[in-house]
T-cell receptor, first 112, second 113 residues
Framework: EAGVTQFPSHSVIEKGQTVTLRCDPI?????LYWYRRVMGKEIKFLLH????????ESGMPNNRFLAERTGGTYSTLKVQPAELEDSGVYFC??????????FGPGTRLTVT | GEDVEQSLFLSVREGDSSVINCTYT??????LYWYKQEPGAGLQLLTY?????DMKQDQRLTVLLNKKDKHLSLRIADTQTGDSAIYFC?????????????FGAGTRLAVHP
């Protein structure tokens, strides 16, 4: 069974630009989560999809972040316009049962 | 509030036991987790414990849960150089009928000969 995949693995953009991160969950997993780790600190929850619906987006920092999961398969997280403080590692996770989340390798975003 | 605390760094000699500690704040947490992140890799689910248990053992790993003190620990027996990684403690808290994970900042384990 393939694991959670994320693309790209690393992105370097300038402040004010737009970046779109993609996550492909494990096949059959209805639950999809986005997390972020900034500056070596704790990993923070951003949002949770159940199929194509946003179940919980309480962790989204502001309206510059937009997450979608069309068709309930892969998900995208767009940052527009990017700011310096958005730099960090963005993790995606998926689960079939809510108490077992499997994480992808992360996308390292650097905003200069 | 939601807060998970863990020490940032631990150094052990190869062959010794490692103990990584974590405290959490939400007494209603149903599951508590240990994730491992090796250099350049993603988060690997190492083990988890249900909140009504106080111990779980899986080969070289032992998880101890003190629910009264909201304290979780991970013991790695016979630590090897391949165990060098960042270990994240996480608690699962309820959010609108589902669960979300609250992580600590991670403990970097360094194993030296």
């Amino acid at each position: 069974e393939a694991g959670v995949t994320q693309f790209p693995s690393h992105s370097v953009i300038e402040k004010g630009q737009t970046v779109t991160l993609r996550c492909d969950p494990i096949s059959g997993h209805d639950n999809l989560y986005w997390y972020r780790r900034v500056m070596g600190k704790e990993i923070k929850f951003l949002l949770h999809f159940v199929k194509e619906s946003k179940q919980d987006e309480s962790g989204m920092p502001n309206n510059r972040f937009l997450a979608e999961r069309t068709g309930g398969t892969y998900s995208t997280l767009k940052v527009q316009p990017a700011e310096l403080e958005d730099s960090g590692v963005y993790f995606c996770a998926s689960s079939r049962r809510v108490h077992e989340q499997y994480f992808g390798p992360g996308t390292r975003l650097t905003v200069t | 509030g939601e807060d998970v605390e863990q020490s940032l760094f631990l150094s052990v000699r190869e062959g010794d036991s490692s103990v990584i500690n974590c405290t959490y704040t939400d007494s209603s947490s149903t599951y508590l987790y240990w994730y491992k992140q090796e250099p350049g890799a993603g988060l690997q689910l190492l083990t988890y414990i249900f909140s009504n248990m106080d111990m779980k053992q899986d080969q070289r790993l032992t998880v101890l849960l003190n629910k009264k003190d909201k304290h979780l620990s991970l013991r790695i027996a016979d630590t090897q150089t391949g165990d060098s990684a960042i270990y994240f403690c996480a608690e699962s808290i309820k959010s609108g009928g589902y669960n979300k994970l609250i992580f600590g900042a991670g403990t970097r384990l360094a194993v030296h000969p």
